[in-house]
C-alpha cells in the first residue's frame, strides 16, 4: 500500500504561482511513477503531469507545457508540481497518484493510489 496526502492549494490571481507538494509513504519502493490530475466540477478526471521514480522521464498534457513543472525528491517521498502563469482554466481540484505499474502514464486506471486532493482556484 502507498499513501498519498497533497498540499499547497489555495486561490491565487491569473498569471500567479503555486507549488503542490505530495507526500508518499508505505511500500514506496514499489513505485513506478507518480502523476498529478485534475478534476474540475462536472468535468471528467485529466492528466496533468507525470514523473518516473527513476529516472527522471516527465511528461506533460499540452496545456501545461512550459508552464507547470513535475519534479521528485526520492529520499523525502516527496513530488512537486510548480504551476506558474496560473490560468481561470486551471481551476480544479488536483490529485497526486502513484502506479506501480509499467506502461502509459496518462490515463487514471493506470493508477493504484491516490490521494484526497487539494483545491486550486485561479481568479481572473
Known amino acids: 500500500q502507498v499513501q498519498l496526502v497533497e498540499s499547497g492549494g489555495g486561490l491565487v490571481q491569473a498569471g500567479g504561482s503555486l507549488r503542490l507538494s505530495c507526500a508518499a509513504s508505505g511500500q514506496t519502493s514499489r513505485a513506478y511513477a507518480m502523476g498529478w490530475f485534475r478534476q474540475a466540477p462536472g468535468k471528467e478526471r485529466e492528466f496533468v503531469a507525470a514523473?518516473?521514480?527513476?529516472?527522471?522521464?516527465?511528461g506533460y498534457r499540452d496545456s501545461v507545457t512550459g508552464r507547470f513543472t513535475i519534479s521528485r525528491d526520492n529520499a523525502k517521498k516527496m513530488v512537486y508540481l510548480q504551476m506558474n502563469s496560473l490560468q481561470p482554466e486551471d481551476t480544479a481540484l488536483y490529485f497526486c497518484a502513484c502506479t506501480t505499474k509499467f506502461g502509459s502514464l496518462r490515463t487514471t486506471d493506470r493508477y493504484q493510489y491516490w490521494g484526497q486532493g487539494t483545491q486550486v482556484t485561479v481568479s481572473s
Open positions: 514523473i518516473m521514480w527513476s529516472p527522471f522521464n516527465t
